[in-house]
Each structure stands twice: as structure tokens, then as C-alpha cells.
């Protein structure tokens, strides 16, 4: 376990709360989702945020953006929802309020010390697994020339355009 956190550190950079609690988080996944190390791509997950904890996630579940396995849908709750695609199990994770006032660096050890039953609302995942990553044609911007996926292609004027290159049909402006 501590070995575990080394690592996690290493890979992140600083110790901080924030990486304790995503270092719980895929640590309870591994548990309920039943997965050993071996599993690559079918281990799933969707961060609602994307802030220290993710990078835990990324060295201990091997969950990556650039595998497709790592999907941030970004509400900014500290909300983890992960699947195992081999047999079909999936939880989300909603970390409790605690009404401690700690410091940091105690709020840090109590994360790592706490059981993930204390610190985590454990559920069913209330988000349908995604499906496998897609791979798009591409196509090219007749603005810009440049590439990108056809699924990120907007038509305007009859042209194929990139989101750089397209204006975006906006009728709302809000004043604050
Ligand atoms: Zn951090
Ligand atoms: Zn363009």
C-alpha cells in the first residue's frame, strides 16, 4: 500500500489531498470491480473532475485519455464512476462531505487511512458504459486545411470547417 502511494506521488508530482482521494477511490474500484492488473482497456473510467485525484486513477488503473478509458465529464464533483468491462461490474464513488477541520497535510493521512466505505457514497453507476473508443475519418477544414475528426466537422455555407474556423451560431449573451 505505501509502495503503491510512492509511486502514485512519483507520478503526480506532490502528495496533496486531492491525490488521496483518487488513489482511494481506484483502490476500492480495483476491490468492487474484482480487476487484477493484467486488464488493460477494460477497465473504465469517467471522472466528473479533473483535479489531482484523476492522476491516481491514470498510474494505478492504467486508465488513460489517449486509450479512451479515461473519460472526464466535468461537473466538478468529486464523483468517480468506474466499469469493468470484462464481467460487466461498475460503481460510482461520490466522496462524502467531511465536517473535520483539518490541514491539509492530516486531511491527507486521514484519506489514506480511512476505509473507502467512510470516505466514499458507494452506488450503482447512474451513467451507461460508454461505448469503446471510435475511430472518425478524417476530414479536412476547407477554411484552415488542417485535419480533424469527421464527428468535430461543422457545415457552414456549404463548407466543411474545422471548430476554429466555424462561427458559432450564438443568441444569447448574458450580462452579469
Ligand atoms: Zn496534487
Ligand atoms: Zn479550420
Redesign the pocket.
Known sequence: MEKLWERVVRFHGHECPGLAIGFKAALAAKEYLGCDDSEDEEILCISENDACGVDAIQSLLKCTVGKGNLIIRLTGKSVYHFYNRTNGKSIRLSLKSSKTQMDRKNYKKHLLKEDAKELFEVSETNIHLPEKARIFNSVT??????K?AEHLIRIQNNEK??????DEYKRFYVEI
Not at 477544414?141 to 488542417?146: A, L, Q, S, V
Not at 470547417?161 to 466555424?166: A, S
Open positions: 477544414c476547407e477554411k484552415c486545411g488542417e480533424t470547417l474545422c471548430l476554429d474556423c466555424f
